[in-house]
Every structure is written in C-alpha cells, then in structure tokens.
C-alpha cells in the first residue's frame, strides 16, 4: 500500500491521517500515521474465511474497518457489521466506509464487545471474524501509541472475551473466523470449546518454508460436532517477497513481485509483538 494524494472531500481527512490504497479488494483506506496501521493479518484472514451469497458477518474489534470492506468487496453478502471499543478508531472506520461508497453494505458500531450483549443482537449472525490482541499485558514489545498497543496487547479483553461475544452473536450452527498466535493455539482452541465453538479447520501461518508456524487461522462452528480439518500450511514469503498464494491475496499476479501493503504489527510476521 502506498500513500496517495486525495481526491475525495477534504472532510475525509483530519491532521495526522494518511489515505492509502489496498489494492486487494479496490479499496482507500484513512489510518493514523502513528498510530493504528493494519497489517497482513486481516488479509490472511479474510483470504481464510467463507462468505456465502446472503450472509451477515460481524467484524470484532474493526479497527479501521479493513476486514468488513474487504469482505464487501468480495462477496455478494449485503450486512456487515464492525465493532470497535476506542473512538478515534470507530470514527476512522465509518469514514473508511463512507470513502468507499460503502454505506448500505457495511455498520460500525462504537462499543465494548465485553459488553457485546447491550448493542448487538443476540443469535443473528452467520459469520464472526476475529483479529484480536495477541500478547497478554506485560509480554513482548508494547507500542507506545494507545490504538497499536491496544491492537498488540490484551489491553481491553482478551482471547475468552472475543470468543464468548462471538457465541452471543452466532446463529446457531454459525462460523467463527479467528487468526491468533501459534504459540497460543491450544489456549484458543480450549477456549473456542468451552463457549460452544467447535474448531473445524485449522492452517498454521509461517513466514518461509521450513520455518516454525508463528500464526494459525482457525474456524469454528457453534455447535458443532467435533472433527477438524488441518490443511496444509500457508508460506507469507517465498524468496525476497510474498508467495505466489499471498501475492494473489493482494490482488498481484507477477510471480516474486514485492507487494507494497502495510505491515504494522510486525514488518515480517516473524517480527510480530
């Protein structure tokens, strides 16, 4: 992604914002130049997840809403919803829908999804998604800027809390889409079980081939019967840029071609924390 000059309204801007392209789904995104700057990571996952024709999926902790406009782009579904607890980031994200002329397609809704059960109803979506803070308070590098430390760190809620708002807002039978640290996986896959979340298909994430995964993609289904799926691991990089599988993510076809997306929380995945 590369910051571009702007010919949308200048309202759309306030000081110390960029406006940058992602060229995987044709979209123009407002992000604070210090401080919250999405990474690969919503990419991987909405690459990850399903979206079927006519289904409604919620965003958990949107943060510049990247995951639900991705996802409006790609898919023929007509809800999405994206909820996020700190303002400036909530407010940035109904601009970024605005931007894209996304408004009928795409909600955000300022909140805290600890307190998911007083603003979102209950049993009514088909599809949750989840980016959450990897780190437990206290482990790895905290970010100095409040929106990357509260997107690194467990800051606001943690992995349990984004589970049981996702099991408040599943329809029955629904799908839980989450990408979460490696070394953290059985955490996550205990916790999906004890709030009903069945894990069903699991990718371990690593950044070149014969390296350690360093992140998993997981799917869940409420309710469902156990049995889960591990597929075959996703490499990031391939040679001095992003594999071919990557590339394609980000809408780039050239074979070894360096995408030029942001990769805040980590400029290698490897870096992540």
Excluded: W
């Excluded at 809704?109 to 209950?122: I, M, N, S, T, Y």
């Excluded at 329809?171 to 989450?178: D, F, L, N, T």
């Excluded at 993609?217 to 992003?242: F, T």
Aim: with cysteine; aromatic share 6%.
């Amino acid at each position: 992604m590369n910051s571009v000059d702007t010919h949308c309204p200048h309202e759309h801007l306030k000081p110390g914002e960029t406006l940058d392209e992602l060229r995987a789904a044709d979209l123009r995104i407002i992000q604070g130049e210090k401080g919250y700057r999405f990474s690969i990571d919503p990419i991987l996952l909405c690459g990850f997840a399903r979206i079927e024709t006519g289904e409604s999926a919620l965003d958990l902790g949107t943060g510049s809403a990247v995951i639900p406009l991705v996802l409006a782009r790609r898919s023929e579904s007509t809800q999405f919803v994206g909820v996020e607890r700190q303002g400036p980031l909530a407010d940035r994200a109904r601009r970024n829908v605005r931007l894209n002329s996304l408004e009928t397609r795409v909600k955000i809704v300022e909140a805290d999804l600890r307190h998911a059960e007083d603003v979102l109803p209950g049993s009514a979506f088909d599809v949750v998604l989840a980016n959450p803070p990897y780190r437990s308070p206290g482990t790895g590098r905290q970010a100095p800027v409040d929106e990357r430390a509260a997107a690194r760190h467990e800051l606001a809620g943690g992995i349990d809390d984004f589970l049981l708002a996702a099991t408040f807002a599943l329809k029955e039978k629904g799908r839980v889409y989450i990408i979460f640290l490696a070394e953290r996986l059985c955490e996550l896959l205990e916790s999906m079980r004890r709030r009903h979340l069945e894990p069903k298909r699991l990718r371990s994430v690593h950044s070149c081939s014969g390296e350690a995964a360093r992140m998993v993609l997981v799917e869940g289904r409420k309710g469902g019967r156990p049995g889960m799926a591990i597929e075959a691991p996703l490499y990031v990089y391939e040679g001095e840029g992003y594999s071919p599988e990557v590339m394609e993510m980000y809408g780039v076809q050239e074979p070894g071609a360096r995408s030029q997306e942001p990769e805040d929380r980590g400029q290698r995945i490897e870096d992540r924390g």
